[in-house]
């Protein structure tokens, strides 16, 4: 257990509503990352952030915005949800080079989004 | 985006049978990855590799970095019906912040 949780865990709104997706970490890992799961695309990097108010974007980033005012949380904003950002979001934590000298990642429990 | 090509995309093996799975790239990565996926639930990291060549175990599973360090490789032994899910590589280009994965091995295990 990573210490990650996500909220909502499901979520159903309208196209054009802005939906805010929150991350919660409990270790004060530096890096947090938000992706979104579809089929056939597995796992794509939306944004990511390497510390308070340090953020970078990712592959699929258009229409999403990310916050991170304080380290154990990391926001997702759909500015205005259209159909196609109807996924499964996962929120993960890059803990510290681990004692391998390796670097690893662990996922929270994700947030089913329903754009109707 | 990097592409990591997995395979294969499913398999449907008979409880007991061990089970191959591979994920290659285009691009050498210093670090892999492989982790499992239930239902409704967030991927579970199995096993990190990062050395080329390198063999490690986590109970039945067995990955392998690859040599040419393009590619990786999971094995299950004894599959068992809690087997069943989907198996994601990923891997991480130098000392980069970004992790790619692979587009998943659905694996269904037969009583």
């Known amino acids: 257990d990573a210490g990650i949780t996500q909220s909502p865990r499901h979520k159903v709104t309208e196209t054009g509503t802005p939906v805010t997706l929150r991350c919660h970490q409990t270790?004060?890992?530096?890096?947090m990352y938000w992706y979104r799961q579809d089929p056939g695309h597995g796992l794509r990097l939306i944004h990511y952030s390497y510390g308070v108010k340090d953020t970078d974007k990712g592959e699929v980033s258009d229409g999403y915005s990310v916050s991170r005012s304080k380290t154990e949380d990391f926001l997702l904003t759909l500015e205005s949800a259209t159909s196609s950002q109807t996924s499964v979001y996962f929120c993960a934590i890059k803990p510290g080079l681990g004692g391998d000298g390796g670097e690893t990642q662990y996922f929270g429990p994700g947030t089913r989004l329903l754009v109707l | 985006g990097q592409q990591l090509n997995q395979s294969p995309q499913s398999m449907f093996i008979q409880e007991g049978e061990d089970v191959s799975m591979n994920c290659t790239s285009s691009s050498i990565f210093n670090t892999w990855l492989w982790y499992k996926q239930d239902p409704g639930e967030g991927p579970v990291l199995l096993i990190a590799?990062?050395?080329?060549?390198e063999l490690t175990s986590n109970g039945r599973l067995t990955a392998q970095f690859g040599i040419t360090r393009k590619d990786s490789f999971l094995n299950i032994s004894a599959s068992i019906p809690s087997d069943v899910g989907i198996y994601f590589c990923?891997?991480?280009?130098?000392?980069?912040?970004?992790?790619?994965f692979g587009t998943g091995t659905s694996l269904t295990v037969i009583p």
């Open positions: 990923a891997g991480q280009l130098g000392t980069g912040n970004q992790f790619y």
């Open positions: 270790e004060n890992h530096r890096y």
């Open positions: 590799l990062y050395k080329a060549g």
